[in-house]
């Protein structure tokens, strides 16, 4: 039995498509171990949206070659887009995977091992022809609706590495849904990059989000990130339905009107407030994430100030805060007045700081009130999962089993800076 390891950076997208890969894998006979491990095939999933994704990637290109000289290196993501010839140059490199081709990753690597000589370019172009996830990394179920993006903002990369927008029919993807369903998952999560502007033969987001929510099954649906101008009224209808979870991802990117607008953003700070409005008018303690982006150029310390504010006066449940970073070939680098590298540095520790308190107070609220867990890792008396609302949450109680739901009174929070939940189990929510 051959051993292959994975190493995924990025979006919730290349999350799903390392499970799909891993799985697929898996079905074939190979063992699934981690990265730090001898293996005999290493397959690294990169990302290219900041310098630091970068760096994080070439970190593993060199470790994995130390573990097994002899191993199969495949690298693969929107680093393998971004920086073709670089990759390609590496002695220790077997593979450079462009995104395209990623769903053959199992292809390549079993011609190899055939000892057919077979080049990426060969390989299947289609962007959703990845399997199931059942064998994956994580125990919510990703489906990838949608690829690419037309947005073009002008600090982005990812239409250059992940291509036009380009959505997965609609029947495909509720059979999909419906075959993981009937393997066992009890929670399905939407996955794209821009899955808001879906669009297949006049079926749009919420129709996609409508009809997954119509079919059978003791599931529950979990929206990844969303573009803030990526939906309606009649997605919003849907957020009160029993089976779909109380969190969104919603990114804001920047508190300043202008920064907004230089970043070309499709939406203003207005339009955001009202659409959180909305939402907290349909669930009052709906949880909403957000990315924000420091030191973007021309970034003054007030439009870095009406960043700070608005974290603040919107009580996002968690930020996930990054410094700018140049990408080539993006209008942002070539705009002046880039912020000094000290100041986002400075800038970023306050932010943190702010987005901590309201992470903190966001949690404090569920003490006294219960959530439907959904267990992850259990040792039968001992749990962790997560809640509807997106938040870990650990638990005791008697027999709990993996992939299972379990109603559970929270009873405190925890210390540190990603502080979980803690509670008590009440019931099996089946029970």
């Not at 990623?102 to 022809?129: C, R, W």
């Not at 903002?153 to 291509?163: D, K, Y």
């Amino acid at each position: 039995m051959k051993k292959i390891a994975f190493k995924t950076l990025g979006c919730r997208l290349n999350q799903y498509e390392t499970d799909a890969l891993a799985s697929q894998f898996q079905s074939n006979g190979y063992e699934l171990v981690s990265f730090d491990k001898e293996a005999d095939v290493y397959v690294i999933n990169s990302c290219t949206v900041t310098h630091q994704s970068d760096h994080k990637s070439r970190n593993f290109i060199n470790q994995a070659k130390r573990k097994n000289k002899d191993s199969v290196l495949i690298v693969t993501g929107c680093m393998a887009n971004n920086a073709k010839d670089e990759l390609e140059n590496r002695d220790e490199i077997n593979y450079v995977v462009e995104n395209e081709q990623k769903s053959s990753v199992y292809s390549l690597v079993d011609a190899h091992f055939n000892g057919e000589i077979l080049h990426p370019s060969q390989l299947n172009t289609d962007l959703f022809s990845y399997g199931s996830t059942n064998k994956g990394f994580h125990t919510r179920s990703m489906i990838k609706i949608q690829d690419g993006c037309d947005n073009f903002c002008t600090f982005c990369i990812i239409p250059s590495v992940r291509g036009r927008a380009s959505s997965r029919p609609l029947a495909d993807i509720l059979d999909n849904v419906k075959q993981n369903i009937a393997k066992g998952a009890k929670e399905i999560v939407l996955t794209g990059v821009n899955i808001g502007r879906y669009d297949f033969k006049n079926y749009k987001f919420d129709d996609v989000v409508e009809q997954i929510l119509n079919l059978e099954g003791d599931f529950r649906l979990r929206i990844s990130s969303i573009e803030p101008d990526g939906f309606g009224d009649k997605f919003l209808s849907l957020l009160d339905h029993p089976k779909m979870t109380s969190h969104l991802h919603l990114c804001l990117q920047s508190g300043s009107e202008p920064i907004l607008l230089q970043m070309r953003r499709m939406y203003t700070l207005k339009k955001f407030k009202e659409l959180i409005q909305k939402i907290r008018a349909i669930r009052s303690d709906f949880n909403i994430t957000t990315d924000i982006i420091i030191g973007f150029p021309n970034e003054s310390e007030q439009d870095f100030n009406a960043t700070c504010n608005i974290i603040r006066e919107l009580n996002f449940g968690h930020v996930h805060a990054f410094k700018y970073s140049i990408r080539k070939g993006t209008r942002a680098e070539r705009m002046p007045n880039h912020v000094d590298e000290r100041i986002k540095t400075k800038r970023s520790e306050i932010l943190r700081s702010i987005s901590e308190e309201t992470k903190s107070n966001y949690r404090k609220s569920f003490i006294g009130k219960e959530q439907y867990v959904l267990v992850e890792k259990t040792d039968g008396l001992n749990a962790k999962g997560y809640g509807e609302h997106y938040i870990p949450i650990e638990f005791a109680g008697q027999n709990i089993q993996k992939n299972q739901f379990y109603k559970v009174l929270i009873t405190g929070i925890a210390a540190g800076n990603d502080p979980e939940l803690i509670g008590e189990m009440i019931q099996k929510k089946d029970a």
